[in-house]
């Protein structure tokens, strides 16, 4: 969190409202060449914190503030609920320290214009009383302790730092520049095509200069800073070469002589390819190579992708490889003579395409569907050679094909009954798998008829239902009506339906359509009344049927009506009074006539 500062000389507690005073803090005591944060723990009853650098414009407090001058001031104050200041605490800031110390001076064991093969050994010195580290270094980058004199034992550059507490530091440079180096000549060569190419080593260091004095067969042909030479003259050479070191105002020294033979050959032609196909079948290609030389080629070498390289006979116009991996190729071939001369290299691209199918499609699970008939289908994943399904292919039945990227799709507006599906793979090549084995399933008719629309028609005794076939996904596979304590179940090809012989009065009835799942449509509920009595002719069989029909329809009644149930009532026991007289005066039938 930080220094947190009760007794130091730079902190001042200056009278205000009588309010506790901020407790200042820095994060940094010791001396720094950055910045230093100053904050502040504020006491008592705090509804605002502040700080200023003049105790006139006041600032909001949000956290330690960065101060980068030695000799600032910052104060800080707070106020509670009351608007009520504190005492101010007041802090200066003394410890940023940005002066570096003084420089390490040098001293060195020979002088520097003393030319030796032996190393420089540098002593530093380190004035001042405020170095805190010594340091050395040969990059300016990676500092070690000075502990001891350094020892150079080549040429170079080498640093001295003195650094203080603050971090401050003070750099001291010297070259060493007097060391000889190692003088050593390898030189060696080689033939290319009628050319002798002899090269060597070149001497390295810093604080002098180099040049190689090249004599060819005893001769003088150059004296230059480069560290090869060539002859193209056919026949027998021999290069010598010797190295010259220059200390600028000090001296030279020269290396020892080395000498090197080469012979040069006759035939200096070059073989030249002037073409090269590449035909691609499937995982095997085949290099069709037109080339030419004034002698004869001996061997083509044949690099693979940089890597791989095969040797063929040169009397071959076709070269055969096979197994590549999908994928873009290169092919480079050069053509050999006897002589060793070479063709330039002739290279060829080609793209080797998947041909390989995916693998069968194993497992496929059966689908999931749901009330709206969406089925989720998935399946094992199939394998391909190269790794890369682009895409799978599923048809429903033997109609529709669907396609997926994933091993899994949804699909909608599935019909209730019994179906199949199959799945089969595509690569990113558009090589077609084969279709997997069928998978059978079942989708539930989970869809409801529509609700029957139901026309009623009185006549007389006798009411007439009709209706329209409802819409159903499947079909409808009967009707239930309900009337009274009686359900009647109708085919599902009826239209209409009468009920006979009702008595007067008002009954209730209900209907749904059926489908073959057993789901039932919306009931229709209605009524009908009838406002005709049975006739006296009819008077046993209306009995009849008030007793065992009509009695619950006459319960609806006084729900609506209790003066026509009433009537009702009166109505049945009419008919029983006339049934009972009809049995003991058959004669007289014109009463029961006038009953009607």
């Not at 080395?258 to 196909?277: E, F, N, R």
């Not at 199959?422 to 869809?447: H, L, P, Q, Y």
């Amino acid at each position: 969190m930080g220094v947190h500062i009760d007794a130091i000389s730079t902190l001042k507690i200056i009278q205000g409202a009588g309010n506790p005073p901020p407790l200042p803090f820095i994060d940094i005591e010791t001396p720094t060449n950055g910045a230093v944060k100053v904050g502040a723990v504020f006491q008592g009853e705090v509804k605002e914190k502040q700080y200023s650098f003049d105790q006139i414009e006041w600032h909001t407090y949000k956290g330690p503030v960065s101060i980068y001058k030695n000799g600032t001031v910052i104060s800080f104050r707070s106020l509670n609920a009351k608007d009520d200041e504190s005492d101010i605490a007041e802090y200066k800031v003394t410890n940023i320290d940005r002066t570096p110390p003084k420089k390490p001076t040098l001293t060195f064991s020979r002088k520097s214009s003393s030319i030796s093969k032996d190393p420089v050994t540098i002593t530093a010195s380190f004035p001042g009383g405020d170095v805190v580290k010594k340091q050395y270094s040969f990059d300016n980058k990676k500092w070690e302790n000075y502990t001891a004199d350094v020892k150079v034992d080549f040429n170079r550059t080498v640093y001295f730092r003195a650094v203080d507490e603050a971090g401050n530091a003070a750099v001291t440079k010297t070259t060493i520049n007097n060391i000889i180096p190692d003088l050593t000549i390898k030189l060696t060569g080689s033939v290319k095509k009628n050319q002798a190419v002899w090269t060597w080593n070149k001497i390295k260091g810093s604080g002098f200069t180099v040049s190689y004095i090249v004599k060819l067969d005893g001769k003088i042909m150059a004296v230059q800073q480069g560290n090869s030479f060539k002859v193209t003259d056919p026949g027998k050479h021999t290069l010598s070469v010797q190295a010259v070191v220059n200390f600028p105002g000090v001296g030279t020294e020269r290396s020892k002589v080395q000498a090197y033979t080469l012979v040069t050959k006759g035939d200096t032609v070059d073989p030249k390819i002037s073409k090269l196909t590449a035909a691609v079948k499937k995982y095997d290609v085949t290099f069709k190579i037109k080339a030419s030389d004034n002698v004869g080629i001996t061997k083509y070498i044949a690099k693979l992708d940089k890597q791989k390289t095969q040797t063929f006979d040169g009397s071959v116009t076709e070269i055969k490889m096979s197994g590549f991996a999908v994928g873009k190729h290169s092919v480079s071939v050069i053509a050999y003579d006897a002589a060793g001369n070479k063709s330039k290299t002739k290279k060829v691209t080609f793209t080797v395409k998947d041909a390989t199918a995916p693998g069968k499609v194993l497992t496929l699970n059966a689908p999931v569907v749901t009330s709206k008939y969406k089925g989720s289908f998935s399946w094992l994943a199939a394998k391909d050679n190269s790794g890369k399904i682009a895409k799978y292919q599923i048809q429903l039945d033997n109609g529709k094909i669907y396609t997926s990227t994933k091993n899994s799709i949804s699909i909608s507006k599935l019909t209730a009954g019994t179906h199949t599906y199959r799945v089969r793979a595509i690569d990113k090549a558009k090589n077609v798998g084969a279709w997997s084995a069928r998978k059978s399933f079942t989708v539930e008719d989970m869809t409801a008829p529509s609700k029957v629309s139901v026309k009623t028609r009185v006549s007389g005794n006798n009411v007439t239902f009709t209706w329209n076939t409802p819409k159903d996904n499947v079909g409808v596979a009967k009707y239930i009506l309900k009337y009274g304590n009686k359900t009647v179940t109708l085919n599902k090809s009826a239209k209409k339906y009468t009920i006979t012989g009702i008595d007067s009065g008002t009954c209730r009835y209900e209907m749904v359509a059926v489908d073959a799942a057993g789901n039932k449509s919306k009931e229709v509920k209605g009524k009908f009344t009838v406002k005709q009595s049975l006739t006296s002719i009819n008077a046993v069989e209306a009995l009849r049927e008030v007793e065992s029909m009509f009695e619950p329809c006459a319960l609806f009644a006084p729900q609506e009506d209790v003066l026509a149930y009433s009537n009702e009532l009166k109505t049945a026991a009419n008919l029983s009074d006339a049934v009972s007289l009809a049995a003991d005066k058959k004669e007289d039938r014109g009463l029961l006539a006038a009953l009607s």
